[in-house]
């Protein structure tokens, strides 16, 4: 048993959730405030798929294409806002993966990565949207590209954001840090981890404390690891892809990351100085010039 499956319980009968109604309400609170703090008006809605009920938040609006944001594990719509600036002049749907703590609700087991984009794709029906830009930072990022190899007429373009695992192995650190936080959840070990995976930048509040509940309190159980993406995979690629990684990540080799993405055919790739896994958290205004400038050169 890998220590992904060991820490997520991939095979395990249960679905994901919060440890007890007190977590989940305490996880409510913190989702509402943080949407309150840090976002710009927005509306909450929810769409039925077959592996459950899924949340979703939109803003934003005008002539540009969708723009559909995915976060990575343990994270969710409202980790957002400081890229929302990046998307002006584009209606935007921010979505909790099904699985991962938010407003999401995991009733079916979603055994694969193509599970996974049968979940994305009713999704999109479900918000009436056929064509996107599909945005994700760290496992989010690595949906978007398996999403690209499986289902590209749903896309316009693809950001991946420090993808995770698809492109290169996930450093053994990384694994063993968060099984500390799962098996001993412990809160302060929770925000050392967040700090860590950001270059030893602290989290604000009140999202450090959404995050931190969302690690020690939210169980993802019944859920695949990020795709592993072989070459011949990413050579068929034909989806206009913008792939950013941070040059001080502690997750991965960036520099293999960097290499393997140059083998989609149509790709951009970018390596922000001084960022880590965090990426727009910790460089809001170096990465949204380069997704912006990416999506007008998509759409022009």
Known sequence: MSL???????????LSGFVDDTARKRFARCYDEVFAQRWPPHERTEIATSFGPTGVVRTGGGPGAPVVLLAGGSANAATWSPLLPAFAGHPVLAVDVVGEAGSSTQTARVPDAAARCRWLEETLSGAGLERVHLVGLSAGAALTLSCASRMPTRMRSVV???PARSLAPVRPGFWWRLAAVAISGSRTRAAEFLRWCRGGTEVPEPLRELL?????EHRSRAVPPPERLDDRRLRAIEVPTLVVVGARSPVHDVGRVADRARLIPDVEVHRVEGAAHGLFAEQPDEVGRLVSTFLRHVES
């Open 212 to 216: 931190v509940t969302a690690l020690t």
């Open 160 to 162: 991946a954001l420090e």
């Open 4 to 14: 992904y499956h060991y820490i997520r319980n991939v095979a395990g009968v249960e």
